[in-house]
């Protein structure tokens, strides 16, 4: 028991993005749950894909930059490390260009545009 409060207090961080990821998670399975079973949707549901995919690398993101918060980061080697950053930067740079395919899907259902 007293090894379980050790790693919790230690990794109370990395934890807590575990948690923000999984809500990230839930909600982006829920969002694309909720398109797919409404077929009376009025709109295009295809302008959303991109919005699902952002969110899912944000979930990965956040998710990888959990490890650099825990302890796994001592206990693990310099290549992990390297990998782990590596995936971050990756995740991070899949999720603006999708964020960025997004709103330009959203701009350009206006009537303006």
Not at 33 to 51: E, G, N, Q, V
Not at 84 to 96: E, R
């Amino acid at each position: 028991m007293a090894d379980l409060y050790q790693a919790v207090t230690t990794n109370v961080i990395a934890i807590f993005l575990i948690a923000i990821s999984a809500v990230i998670a839930v909600w982006t399975g829920y969002f694309a749950r909720f398109l797919h079973s409404k077929p009376s949707l009025s709109h295009d549901k295809r302008i959303y894909f991109p919005y699902i995919i952002y969110t899912s690398f944000i979930s990965l993101w956040i998710l990888s930059n959990a490890y650099f918060q825990s302890s796994l980061l001592i206990e693990r080697g310099d290549i992990v490390a390297v990998n782990i950053a590596l995936a971050a930067n990756i995740f991070s740079g899949l999720a603006f260009i999708f964020a960025y395919l997004f709103s330009c899907r959203i701009t350009s259902k206006k009537r303006q545009f």
